[in-house]
């Protein structure tokens, strides 16, 4: 299927076309060329035309600031996320307290060893 789209003085003509497979784009351009008087436009409709020409970074920035602001995803997706980060800061704080044990307990191994070869015969 092609849909082709005309504004003109602010309407909207429509016109539909069936390729059959999916053409090619070198075929699409070549129908465009030879038939694109010949179709047979809908009659024109009241629309408004949108300034289409926005530099695309601008674009990509304000799209990761909607994204920031709102998040991604539904409110149990946000929830799920808010519940995998709590998560992630128990077990950071729970490593940590493990490492520090294992550090602490190898510490006073080393001091008992010192203390026995410091003992004598």
């Known amino acids: 299927m092609g849909v082709f789209e005309r504004i003109e003085n602010r309407k909207l003509s429509v016109a539909k076309v069936t390729f059959g497979a999916e053409p090619k784009d070198y075929e699409v351009l070549e129908f465009i060329n030879r038939n ?4 047979q436009f809908s009659p024109a409709v009241e629309t408004v035309v949108k300034d289409t020409k926005k530099n695309p970074k601008r674009a990509q920035r304000d799209a990761k600031k ?4 709102t998040g991604i995803g539904t409110k149990s997706q946000q929830a799920l996320k808010l519940q995998l980060e709590q998560n992630k800061q128990e077990r950071k704080v729970r490593s940590r307290e493990q490492r ?7 510490f006073e191994l080393k001091k008992i060893k010192k203390r026995e070869k410091h003992r004598g015969h």
Do not use: G
């Open 36 to 39: 694109y008087y010949h179709l």
């Open 100 to 106: 520090e044990a294992e550090s602490q307990r190898i």
């Open 66 to 69: 909607q994204t920031l602001e």
